[in-house]
């Protein structure tokens, strides 16, 4: 593994996620049009987002063994706080479909309930998994930096100490 983890990197599960979100707009669209192509783009919507959840969690796993490492940064933090923002959105617009489309159940909406259902958990799932690194590494930065904190206070009050002495 890399010795530093660059921003872009770490952010390329995004590219299926906007990928899946207009593959979703667009068969949203063909559903209030009544064509039924929305049949079709659906699956293409789900195989993305699942591209996308496949890439964060590998990221997520590569992101745990830098940190295991003693490498922990506020960018990592940041990413944490950011996947937060994302699944947390998308869990709730796909389960707010989902519970939309119940009562046109019969007439094309079991295809959007069925497509949105699972994927709002699979969401649901990245965002907790997200909402536990990032308190774990928020709990390592806090303990460093009151570590740092203390011993920083310790050599100035030293240095006082000796200064005050001449």
């Given at each position: 593994?890399?010795?530093y983890?660059?921003?872009?990197?770490?952010?390329?599960?995004?590219?299926?996620?906007f990928?899946?979100?207009?593959?979703?707009?667009?068969?949203?669209?063909?559903?209030?049009?009544?064509?039924?192509?929305?049949?079709?783009?659906?699956?293409?919507?789900?195989?993305?987002?699942?591209?996308?959840?496949?890439?964060?969690?590998?990221?997520d796993?590569?992101?745990?063994?830098?940190?295991?490492?003693?490498?922990?940064?506020?960018?990592?933090?940041?990413?944490?706080?950011?996947?937060?923002?994302?699944y947390?959105?998308?869990s709730?617009?796909?389960?707010?479909?989902?519970?939309?489309?119940?009562?046109?159940?019969?007439?094309?909406?079991?295809?959007?309930?069925?497509y949105?259902a699972?994927?709002?958990?699979?969401?649901?799932?990245?965002?907790?998994?997200?909402?536990?690194?990032?308190?774990?590494l928020?709990?390592?930065?806090?303990?460093?930096?009151s570590?740092?904190?203390?011993?920083s206070?310790?050599?100035?009050?030293?240095?006082?100490?000796v200064?005050?002495?001449?």
């Amino acid at each position: 593994m890399k010795q530093y983890i660059k921003i872009e990197s770490a952010y390329k599960f995004m590219v299926p996620l906007f990928i899946s979100g207009v593959f979703f707009l667009l068969s949203f669209y063909f559903c209030l049009l009544s064509v039924p192509l929305y049949v079709y783009s659906l699956p293409f919507y789900a195989f993305f987002l699942l591209i996308s959840l496949f890439l964060y969690y590998r990221i997520d796993k590569d992101l745990n063994q830098f940190i295991k490492k003693g490498k922990q940064t506020l960018v990592l933090y940041n990413f944490y706080h950011n996947c937060i923002g994302i699944y947390l959105i998308l869990s709730f617009l796909l389960f707010g479909v989902s519970v939309a489309y119940m009562p046109f159940y019969h007439n094309g909406g079991s295809t959007f309930v069925w497509y949105c259902a699972p994927m709002s958990l699979l969401c649901m799932i990245s965002f907790v998994q997200s909402h536990k690194r990032k308190k774990w590494l928020k709990r390592i930065i806090i303990r460093k930096q009151s570590k740092l904190f203390r011993s920083s206070n310790s050599s100035a009050t030293h240095l006082k100490l000796v200064i005050g002495k001449k």
